[in-house]
């Protein structure tokens, strides 16, 4: 599944495109097909190339594991800034190291030479509404750090939210984003405003 994956990402398509309109005019070339030739190797050979520097810098999708079908009946209750998140982790990304890396910079979660890499993200229906679980392999940056950041990390994806962060496996993180629980006294005071 992952070579498919990795078979149709973008970089992917534009380098096969490329390669094959090169050989298409290298082979025009060799046969004396001069009106083929020089077009299919002038565009092909910079799609080639073009290609080849996407692939180098090609950052694949953050796995997703509740299936498809699942996913539509879940998000009904989601948060606008949840969901696209979601949809900006699994997607193929360019240019970048890991995924989340600017808000990982902003919450002091970086490490230059080590940085966490998003490894799976999924979509959950909890008691509270919709939540968000992002797994990480931290890498060069410490629990502790993460701990220190955890009330922050609630409130910076989206409004309302709270942080869990769970250890999965050693070298793993599960940050959590989860709705805020509302106690009988924040609903009392809520009606009392109305």
Known sequence: MTLMKDLFSPGSLITVSGAVLTVIGALSY???AANLSVPT???GFPI???GLALKNSELPPAKQVLPKASRIKVREKAAPELIKLIKDVTRWRYGQKVHLESSLQVLKLWNDDNPPQL???EEMETTQGYGVRLRFRIAGVAIERWEEK???L???FAKN???ELITPNNGELDLMLLPKQTTQHEVS???GDR
């Open 119 to 121: 490894i799976e993200v």
């Open 48 to 50: 080639f190339l073009a």
């Open 30 to 32: 060799a046969t004396g």
């Open 161 to 163: 939210l709270m942080a």
């Open 154 to 156: 609630g409130r910076f």
């Open 189 to 191: 005071s809520q009606d």
């Open 150 to 152: 955890k009330e922050r």
């Open 41 to 43: 190797l002038f565009y």
